[in-house]
Structures are given as C-alpha cells and as structure tokens.
C-alpha cells in the first residue's frame, strides 16, 4: 500500500480521489482538481487511464505530485466462456506503468445459477494471477460488495471470504479492500478488520456513505459521508488500530453528486473527511 502518514499540518495528505466521484471529468481534469485541493493522491479508474494512455497518464499523475492511491478495476474472473486473465493481466501492466501498488478487483457474478462454481473459478483463476502480480509487482486487491450484488458483480460478499480467499497467497501479492459502502453492517466487521490488519492484509480503505432510502438502482446509491448512516469514525479507527497507513480513497456512485460542479464537490469532501472520517484515523 502506498504510506501516507497522516500530517496534521495538512489533514488531506493521505485523502485520494477516485475518478468515479467526479465522473464527468476526464482523467485531466480530475488529477487537476485533486491537485489544486491540495490532496495528496488519485485513484484512477482504467476507463479513464485508457482514453489518456497509460503513459500520458502516469506522467500526468506525477507531474502534478499526486500518488496513485489504487487502480479501479479488474477481476469479472467468474464466466464460464470467458477466463478473464488476459484483460486482467492488462490492468496489472497498467497498474504498473502507472505505480499503482494496488489493483482493485471484483470478482463477477454468478453465470448458470452456479454460485459455488463461480466461487471455485474465481479461486483458479486468481491463482493464475498471482505470479503475474508478483512480477509486476503491484497487489491484487480483493473487494467484497455488499450481498445484493452476489448475482451480477461479486460472489465475494464479506471480509471474511475475501480474507480467505486471500490466504492461499503472499501477503505482497493478494490483499483486500475495506470499502466502508460494502462491509459496514457485517456484525463480525471489527474483528475480521483486526485479522486482516494482523495478516497484513490490508490493501485499500475506501470511504463513501450508505444512503436512506436507497435510489432505484442500488449502484447509485453511494453517497457523500455525512448523508446516510455509516458510522466513519469507528471503522476508522479499527483501520487505524488495525495497522493501515495507506491512503483513504473516496468512491461515490450517485447521480446528483456527479452532476455537481467538480471542485464543489472535492471541497464537500474534503469538509467531510475532516469532520467524520479523520477524527477515526487519528485517535
């Protein structure tokens, strides 16, 4: 994981913005806008690497003194036709190009009512990665989703199974994500933090809130922390406690928030993540 300790001095070194938050705006603009907020890394989504080109992208990132915080996404490792590895190595190339040390993955959903295949695939084919991984040097980061999206997106629904699936593997090469929108109802979620601190296995901590109601398409239902229920400041500091001293990366998908004017949006969250999300971090 990248190392950004936490400055008090500038509370947003360690804050990331992933390029979802800020959708409309190209890979340019959004390295342009987290810079000029004074944050301290992105985390690119590959859509936005390849309209740019991997190496204009790298040298945008770095010119402008940013940290890639994570790449965004691989993994879809569940179809039956289809092995997945090919595209996957592809994402861990330009996660390297880029010096991402953590490519995020979600591992599909279940084709043929087959989930326990589906698991078994994902399993096979991430042993097929790892090496790759390993020469590239860059993390394969398991995200867990919440459990509505066992069908079409994830098959891997808790900490607890991403921690095991992970465990088969280096520390260096397999980790998981904690993405506040996914795993935060999990009753067992303080302890499986404290574990997957304790393995090492940390790779991402990714921040959004969870929204009351929900909108009609459960996917755009991520919104700013602050405006649903997730309580940052505990999970937080069970990240903390739990031994992460990476960066914190602000995932939201929400069509209001994507039609807000950018900048506006960063200095919301830059507001939030001061109020809700380090007060966790730093006690």
């Given at each position: 994981?990248?190392?950004?300790?936490?400055?008090?001095?500038?509370?947003?070194?360690?804050?990331?913005?992933?390029?979802?938050?800020?959708?409309?705006?190209?890979?340019?603009?959004?390295v342009?806008?987290?810079?000029?907020?004074?944050?301290?890394?992105?985390?690119?989504?590959?859509?936005?690497?390849?309209e740019?080109?991997?190496?204009?992208?790298?040298?945008?990132?770095?010119?402008?003194g940013?940290?890639?915080?994570?790449?965004?996404?691989?993994?879809?490792?569940?179809?039956?036709?289809?092995?997945?590895?090919?595209?996957?190595?592809?994402?861990?190339?330009?996660a390297?190009?880029?010096?991402?040390?953590?490519?995020?993955?979600?591992?599909?959903?279940?084709?043929?009512?087959?989930?326990?295949?589906?698991?078994?695939?994902?399993?096979?084919?991430?042993?097929?990665?790892?090496?790759?991984?390993?020469?590239?040097?860059?993390?394969?980061?398991?995200?867990?989703l919440?459990?509505?999206?066992?069908?079409?997106?994830?098959?891997?629904?808790?900490?607890?199974?991403?921690?095991?699936?992970?465990?088969?593997?280096?520390v260096?090469?397999?980790?998981v994500?904690?993405?506040?929108?996914?795993?935060?109802?999990?009753?067992?979620?303080?302890?499986?933090?404290?574990?997957?601190?304790?393995?090492?296995?940390?790779?991402?901590?990714?921040?959004?809130?969870w929204?009351?109601?929900?909108?009609?398409?459960?996917?755009?239902?991520?919104?700013?922390?602050?405006?649903?229920?997730?309580?940052?400041?505990?999970?937080?500091?069970?990240?903390?406690?739990?031994?992460?001293?990476?960066?914190?990366?602000v995932?939201?998908?929400?069509?209001?928030v994507?039609?807000?004017?950018?900048?506006?949006?960063?200095?919301?969250m830059?507001?939030?993540?001061?109020?809700?999300?380090l007060?966790?971090l730093?006690?």
């Amino acid at each position: 994981m990248s190392i950004a300790p936490f400055d008090l001095d500038n509370p947003y070194s360690a804050l990331s913005l992933n390029t979802k938050t800020t959708n409309a705006w190209t890979l340019k603009q959004a390295v342009d806008g987290a810079a000029r907020a004074g944050l301290g890394a992105i985390g690119p989504w590959r859509d936005r690497i390849q309209e740019a080109g991997v190496s204009e992208s790298a040298k945008l990132i770095s010119d402008a003194g940013l940290r890639v915080s994570s790449l965004c996404r691989g993994g879809f490792l569940t179809a039956i036709d289809d092995d997945g590895l090919d595209d996957n190595r592809r994402a861990l190339d330009e996660a390297a190009e880029l010096g991402a040390p953590e490519l995020v993955m979600v591992m599909g959903g279940i084709p043929d009512r087959d989930l326990v295949g589906a698991r078994a695939r994902v399993e096979e084919r991430l042993a097929l990665l790892v090496p790759y991984a390993l020469e590239r040097g860059v993390r394969i980061a398991l995200e867990p989703l919440h459990p509505m999206f066992v069908a079409d997106r994830a098959v891997i629904s808790t900490l607890g199974q991403a921690l095991s699936m992970a465990e088969p593997h280096p520390v260096e090469a397999v980790g998981v994500v904690v993405d506040t929108f996914h795993v935060w109802w999990d009753p067992d979620l303080e302890s499986l933090i404290r574990i997957a601190g304790e393995r090492g296995r940390i790779s991402s901590y990714q921040v959004c809130d969870w929204l009351v109601p929900m909108e009609a398409d459960p996917l755009l239902s991520r919104g700013m922390m602050g405006d649903g229920v997730i309580d940052f400041e505990s999970i937080g500091r069970w990240v903390r406690g739990a031994g992460y001293r990476g960066d914190v990366e602000v995932e939201i998908f929400n069509a209001a928030v994507w039609a807000t004017d950018g900048d506006q949006v960063i200095e919301t969250m830059k507001q939030r993540y001061r109020d809700l999300v380090l007060p966790g971090l730093i006690a």
